[in-house]
Nanobody
Framework: QVQLVESGGGLVQAGGSLRLSCAASGSIFSINTMGWYRQAPGKQRELVAAITSSGRTNYADSVKGRFTISRDYGKNTVYLQMNSLKPEDTGDYYC??????????????WGKGTLVTVSS
């Protein structure tokens, strides 16, 4: 089992910044991917950004150039720095952890989510 605890959401004006954090604990397998997904009201959950244990990153086109994902491997923590926020970035942001590649067992772990609200 892997437990994920998110923090850092809140209310911000358009053009502002927020930083989300997600700390993982429990049975942490070393080959993994951590990521952030978001779900806007009435929409499906979508990938925002992900980073593997080797440091490879992947971003949704809508956030490229504005968001940066990073990891602190010693703390098993992933961060999402969000700049130039837009109202369409509003939603619940969920942290995700899963094994990667040949070690992927199909199990996804999720945090409880943190709400980001961007006002216009």
């Amino acid at each position: 089992q892997v437990q994920l605890v998110e923090s850092g959401g809140g209310l911000v004006q358009a053009g502002g910044s927020l930083r989300l954090s997600c700390a993982a604990s429990g049975s942490i397998f070393s080959i993994n991917t951590m990521g952030w997904y978001r779900q806007a009201p009435g929409k499906q959950r979508e990938l925002v950004a992900a980073i593997t244990s080797s440091g490879r990153t992947n971003y949704a086109d809508s956030v490229k150039g504005r968001f940066t994902i990073s990891r602190d491997y010693g703390k098993n923590t992933v961060y999402l720095q969000m700049n130039s926020l837009k109202p369409e970035d509003t939603g619940d942001y969920y942290c995700n952890w899963r094994r990667t590649g040949a070690f992927d067992n199909g199990i996804n772990y999720w945090g409880k989510g943190t709400l980001v609200t961007v006002s216009s």
